[in-house]
């Protein structure tokens, strides 16, 4: 037997497919609006740029809405126009040898790095859950900082991931990639996100690597 | 009774972590993700941090688009 979840999806994918074309659009841009400029924002890294960009995708969108098969995948569909027209803006704005994007896939030799592993050396356990602490004192302008200073296809992928919770093989076919390139990708971008964190909080006294183990022993001992 | 011969590693648990939070795993990979960290601190420890981490940084992605945007697509939207 149907549930009344099940059948008021239905119903309401029902109603999708014959709604007008201009609600149904506006109605999605402007459920979706707030998580596209939030993407943009972390991609673009400028607020300016990024409200340029969600206003392209959006003119895009509506002009290709033809194209899209099935309403129910609007949300998938839009944030591929996204990646595709900030690749597009990008590739445009890459004749600038300051701005290098290309990344190298195969290039992936810097040792994994896990902020878990750092906060959990000898010398920092005196704050009994340092993990915990550390989680509870980082501000969202530290996590935007990491985001920001990821190299650019490691910041699509953590984006599309982390930001906006698309699985694997979405992202992958947003990409135009295999899933094991936003694997390696996202993998490879967790750990310089990770990089980036720990070494904020250090520059920010946070955390001290060079705090001898010996001085803490004594108080752990407490 | 925990069957021992199921158990994963620590070792194979940890390069499991990020795949069993992003719902990466088949079944049988994140029932024997499951129950080891259901028997394992150490692991799941790790596992939760990851996990807030991983929230922590979705919250950055929830952010009011600017009023002006809104505007400027209803503008977009009526010219065609």
């Known amino acids: 037997m149907m549930s009344q979840r099940a059948m008021l999806q239905r119903a309401n994918a029902s109603r999708a497919d014959e709604e007008p074309a201009r609600a149904f659009f506006e109605r999605e841009i402007g459920q979706l609006l707030d998580s596209l400029y939030g993407a943009a924002l972390r991609l673009c890294r400028d607020r300016a740029d990024a409200e340029d960009l969600v206003a392209e995708v959006a003119a895009k969108a509506w002009s290709a809405l033809g194209e899209l098969k099935d309403r129910r995948s609007f949300r998938g569909w839009i944030f591929r126009i996204l990646a595709n027209t900030y690749y597009s803006v990008c590739r445009h704005r890459r004749a600038s040898p300051e701005t290098p994007l290309d990344l190298d896939e195969e290039g992936g030799d810097e040792a994994p790095f896990s902020l878990f592993e750092h906060l959990h050396q000898p010398f920092l356990l005196w704050w009994g859950n340092p993990e915990q602490e550390f989680l509870n004192t980082l501000l969202r302008r530290d996590l935007e900082q990491a985001i920001d200073a990821l190299p650019e296809a490691f910041r699509v992928t953590v984006v599309l991931a982390e930001l906006e919770g698309f699985t694997y093989p979405e992202i992958a076919a947003m990409l135009g990639v295999p899933v094991g390139t936003v694997r390696s990708r996202l993998s490879r971008g967790r750990a310089c996100l990770q990089k980036a964190l720990w070494e904020q909080a250090l520059a920010a006294g946070l955390v001290d690597d060079s705090m001898p183990a010996a001085t803490v022993a004594g108080d752990g001992g407490k | ?80």
Do not use: W
């Open chain 2, 1 to 80: 009774m925990m069957n021992e011969a199921n158990d994963i590693s620590c070792e194979e648990a940890l390069t499991r972590v990020f795949a069993y939070l992003d719902r990466d795993l088949d079944e049988r990979a994140r029932g024997e993700m499951e129950r080891h960290l259901h028997r394992c601190r150490g692991c799941f420890s790790r596992t939760e941090f990851e996990r807030r981490l991983k929230a922590q940084l979705r919250d950055t992605g929830r952010i009011d688009a600017p009023a002006a945007l809104q505007t400027r697509i209803g503008q977009v939207l009526r010219r065609f």
